[in-house]
């Protein structure tokens, strides 16, 4: 079965900076895979060259067989290859229904239309009201994105990433800076995504690590320092001397025990 | 030969003369663009009214040309601060369409008061007979104003120069040029800087205006014509790069001198067509529009 | 500020605007050449609204489209073209396929960039129509433009009856074009385009596309009040293709509201009529008070009238112009 996903060998450089070292990555459909590494270790770039933002210096990104190293990121998109980000990107003077129409919309292919009301434009309407129905945004439906919490913010975004109904799902730290109290809501939603999809998520909790992935690769430096499922990771002597620190491996005990 | 040197000195002499007053016009701008990140169209306002202003005393006060140039410069200079305070403090971080509008705003309420003021055509103005005076070079004639310009430019661009690489003044501009939250995060006084500097650029403006009032004729339009000429410069030169633009004027005075001269049907659209050149090959040459 | 995205139906005080401008034929009989002419503005506003607006595209040279429509239906007329829709239409799409030539090169940029392309096309524009004397009459402009009597039937009279009213047909016609498309899904993803041109990209959206296409449509517009300002003042001059008559555009639909389709509509009337009632005055008061409205518009949120009437709206809980599109 060809994996959804196969990176091999990605490299980038800015300057003497090198960003990327070799960074290799399989990710079969379905999966559920975590990215963690300190600060400056390279993961938003790194889903920069998958996304199409960053241009990759060597390497290959093939996706379900086809080499799109090259692609620019709305062809990615249109192949199924969708990321979120860290800091909201959302159409902040939209309302939350608008937010989810604009991408159902372009998904669609309606978006070329002129002659026909946006109103009449069923399919999307309706997909973009079950979107919001099923991230529980259906009250804030008519509310501009600006106007709403944080943690519901986070939802628009990981929504607006959905709508575009994607093969691989590259998440940014889903639920960073939102007040503990919300977590709940996003991290419900990251566990009802549809199985069939394969996801990527950058994460520094490690609660949700072990609660969310299968397979964790760590990224030390911008290179791959190793790969497996999270106990493996947990238990690397490695890993914890670089990353985890005494906090860290006493909040994995906890989240082991939990 | 002859016509090689009489063209030549053409080219020199009412190219250069030309760009030095573009130069004393646009750096206000790049400055401005570089520092505060405002895009000011109305900034050819205080070229205009620095060379109204110089005009005024002379023909009203008799003013003597050189006091009445200090005079208007040192007036449109003091006029800035307010204006930066009241108008343009708003728009720091404002979007561009911001900007844009109030800066056209302010243009049209600069034409609409000197129109007022002082009627709706040309306005006289009369350089002193030393200037005025021809010089004959004998492959050529011209008037001794041109020299003066050129001299003075110069002159002024030294000082500039100065200034800008050699006082604390010039070093704390550049510095928040390059990164304006660092400057700020070192403690300087940004509020303070924007209004030194706008000051500055606009009396600098005021200047060119003043002493090219013979080049470029004093009408209410005044800001809106010679707008796209700075514009071409600032973008030209690259927004808040001092060093160039000193440069990049006196090719554009020249350029444009020479392309009227030498082709007087389509010598006009040399310099925006060169401008498009530009600004494409900048684009093609950095790609990836849109995308963080 | 947005046109939202769902908007169904007719608002009443649309209906109030359309007949009012009917109105207007039989109370201000004598003022027709000014409110044509204020019309004529009003379609090249709402031209500009499209991609200013609507799509966030901050042009400084849109008068090139309006002013190649002028030239061109003036020239059709003087070369023996001189049916007026048929004359329009053909101006119009001059412009448009001037439009398709210019955008690729405009779409390159964004921001100032933009606005300096946009400037020098236009200053090249203006350059070129002013030394093409035999194209363009230079400085003096075209003058002589005959139009045939509309429909065959109803002749150009000195009043202007049949001026205002094929204006007004024109403005209507093509107001429910814009309209459409406005409210189409084409128009949402405009929309999307304006507010976060980057997720744009990342959603997938042919963003360069959808922008060539408004761009086109927007010239075609403006082509159309060149011409009808060619057809009825029957003479072409270079102001038609200057930066003023760009400028014009935008403080016009600024004033009115941009981004709401009445922006320019109604921008467009309270320009000339202040410039007409303030000349009455002082002929060169008028510039000031446009400058000061114009301030006031950016100082107070760039909303414009139509904003300014919404807020009121919300506070006096009144159903005045809340809804208006």
């Known amino acids: 079965m060809t994996a959804t996903l196969v990176v091999r060998d990605l490299c980038k450089r800015f300057g003497a900076l090198t960003v990327s070292d070799h960074v290799s990555l399989t990710l079969p459909a379905g999966a559920r895979h975590a990215l963690i590494g300190p600060n400056g270790a390279g993961k938003t770039t790194f889903l920069g060259l998958l996304s199409g933002t960053l241009s990759a210096d060597s390497g290959t990104v093939v996706f379900r067989g086809q080499d799109i190293t090259r692609e620019a990121p709305s062809r990615r998109v249109k192949r199924g290859l969708v990321r979120t980000f860290q800091i909201s990107k959302l159409f902040a003077n939209l309302t939350v229904f608008e937010n989810f129409y604009l991408p159902c919309n372009e998904l669609a292919g309606t978006s070329a239309n002129m002659l026909r009301p946006a109103r009449r434009n069923g399919a999307v309407i309706d997909k973009a009201d079950a979107m919001m129905a099923d991230l529980g945004l259906l009250d804030v439906r008519d509310r501009l994105a600006a106007e709403l919490s944080y943690g519901q913010q986070r939802l628009v975004e990981l929504g607006i990433a959905l709508c575009l109904e994607p093969k691989v799902l590259l998440l940014d730290e889903p639920a960073a800076g939102i007040p503990s109290g919300e977590t709940g809501i996003i991290l419900a939603a990251i566990e009802r995504l549809p199985p069939e999809i394969a996801v990527l998520l950058i994460e520094h909790d490690m609660q949700i690590v072990r609660r969310f992935a299968s397979g964790v690769t760590v990224l030390v430096s911008g290179s791959v320092l190793m790969s497996g499922t999270p106990d493996e990771v947990m238990e690397s002597q490695e890993v914890r001397r670089v990353y985890l620190g005494r906090t860290g491996r006493r909040r994995l005990a906890g989240a082991r025990d939990a | 030969m002859d016509k090689a040197v009489s063209f030549l000195s053409f080219v020199i002499l009412y190219g250069v003369s030309y760009g030095l007053v573009l130069f004393l016009i646009s750096i206000g701008l790049v400055l401005t663009m570089g520092l505060m990140r405002v895009v000011n169209l109305a900034h050819g306002s205080f070229a205009a009214i620095g060379g109204y202003l110089c005009a005024f005393l002379m023909n009203r006060y008799a003013f003597p040309y050189g006091v009445a140039v200090v005079a208007s410069v040192l007036a449109v200079a003091a006029l800035s601060v307010p204006i930066e305070r009241v108008f343009y403090a708003r728009l720091y971080g404002a979007s561009e369409l911001d900007q844009v509008l109030m800066t056209v705003g302010l243009m049209l309420a600069t034409a609409a008061t000197i129109t007022l003021v002082f009627g709706p055509d040309v306005y006289p103005s009369s350089l002193p007979g030393v200037l005025a005076r021809n010089i004959d070079l004998g492959f050529r004639t011209f008037q001794a104003y041109r020299l003066f310009v050129i001299v003075l430019g110069v002159a002024l661009l030294v000082a500039l120069w100065y200034v800008f ?4 003044f010039g070093a704390l501009v550049r510095a928040a040029v390059d990164n304006p939250s660092m400057a700020e995060s070192t403690g300087i006084n940004v509020k303070l800087l924007f209004s030194a500097t706008f000051a500055l650029g606009s009396g600098l403006a005021a200047m060119g205006g003043a002493i090219g009032f013979a080049m470029l004729p004093l009408e209410p339009l005044y800001p809106f014509k010679y707008l796209t000429l700075v514009l071409v410069v600032v973008v030209l030169a ?44 900048r684009r093609l040459g950095a790609p990836g529009r849109g995308i963080a | 500020m947005t046109y939202r995205i769902l908007r169904r139906g007719v608002h009443p005080a649309e209906a109030g605007y359309w007949l009012a401008l009917l109105a207007i034929f039989l109370v201000f009989p004598t003022h027709l050449s000014l409110a044509t002419t204020a019309l004529i503005f009003a379609l090249f506003a709402l031209s500009y609204d499209l991609i200013l607006g609507f799509a966030g595209i901050v042009s400084l040279g849109h008068a090139v489209f309006y002013g190649v429509g002028a030239y061109s239906a003036g020239l059709l007329a003087l070369g023996g073209v001189r049916e007026p829709i048929s004359g329009a239409l053909l101006a119009g799409l001059t412009a448009a396929a001037l439009g398709a030539c210019i955008a690729p090169l405009v779409l390159l940029f964004d921001g100032l960039a933009l606005m300096m392309m946009t400037l020098a096309i236009g200053v090249i524009f203006y350059e070129a129509a002013n030394k093409l004397t035999w194209l363009t009459g230079g400085d003096d402009g075209l003058h002589g433009i005959v139009i045939d009597p509309l429909f065959g039937v109803f002749r150009w009279s000195v009043y202007g009856y049949t001026s205002y009213l094929y204006v007004l047909g024109w403005l209507f016609v093509l107001f429910v074009l814009v309209r459409t498309i406005v409210g189409s899904p084409f128009g949402a993803a405009l929309q999307g385009i304006r507010e976060n041109t980057t997720r744009m990209y990342l959603v997938g959206a042919p963003v360069r596309l959808h922008l060539f296409r408004v761009y086109v449509m927007s010239a075609f517009v403006a082509g159309i009040a060149g011409a009808l300002s060619a057809q009825t003042t029957q003479f072409v001059g270079l102001e038609v293709i200057s930066l003023d008559q760009s400028i014009d555009a935008m403080v016009m639909l600024v004033l009115g509201g941009a981004g709401r389709l009445y922006g320019g509509l109604i921008g467009a009337p309270v320009y000339i009529v202040v410039r007409d009632w303030a000349s009455a005055w002082n002929p060169y008061y008028w510039m000031f008070v446009i400058s000061a409205l114009l301030i006031a518009v950016v100082r107070f949120g760039r909303r414009g009238i139509l904003g300014a009437a919404d807020g009121l709206a919300d506070a006096a809980r009144r159903y005045i112009a809340r809804g208006v599109p």
């Open chain 2, 165 to 168: 690489d050699r006082t604390s």
């Open chain 2, 238 to 281: 690259g927004i808040g790069n001092i060093k160039s633009s000193a440069g990049v004027a006196v090719a554009v005075g020249v350029v444009d001198t020479t392309g009227r001269y030498l082709a007087p049907t389509y010598g006009a659209f040399l310099i925006y067509g060169f401008l498009i050149l530009v600004l494409l090959l």
